[in-house]
Nanobody
Framework: QVQLVESGGGSVQPGGSLRLSCAASGFIVDTWTIGWFRQAPGKEREAISSFTTNNGATRYADSVKGRFTISKDGAKNTVYLQMNGLKPEDAAVYYC??????????????????????WGQGTQVAVSS
């Protein structure tokens, strides 16, 4: 059973940085994709980034491109989302999700929520002065 645990959320001022972690366990094959999503109150869940393990392909939403970086710890099944230059509109609950589907074209947007089979519980990010 795949399990995902997010951590690293918190409260920062505009322009600040946070690093979210998604600790994954229970995968039965080596190729899988982790996606990061966020959902603000009253808004739809937004796909913001994804990472596919076998080739390191990454995707980003336009709203975070150039500010957020997704990466994976080689020794651990942990995927990070480094968030720099945070803006008030980045405030949301952030979720990681997993699927065994691979995504190779890093010029395309991250896969939508219905492409994923497993979800973490979420971590809150607040951005205000």
């Amino acid at each position: 059973q795949v399990q995902l645990v997010e951590s690293g959320g918190g409260s920062v001022q505009p322009g600040g940085s946070l690093r979210l972690s998604c600790a994954a366990s229970g995968f039965i094959v080596d190729t899988w994709t982790i996606g990061w999503f966020r959902q603000a109150p009253g808004k739809e869940r937004e796909a913001i980034s994804s990472f596919t393990t076998n080739n390191g392909a990454t995707r980003y939403a336009d709203s975070v491109k150039g500010r957020f970086t997704i990466s994976k710890d080689g020794a651990k099944n942990t995927v990070y989302l480094q968030m720099n230059g945070l803006k008030p509109e980045d405030a949301a609950v952030y979720y990681c999700a997993a699927t065994y589907r691979p995504y190779y074209d890093d010029s395309r947007p991250p896969p939508p929520a219905d492409e994923y089979d497993y979800w973490g519980q979420g971590t809150q990010v607040a951005v205000s002065s």
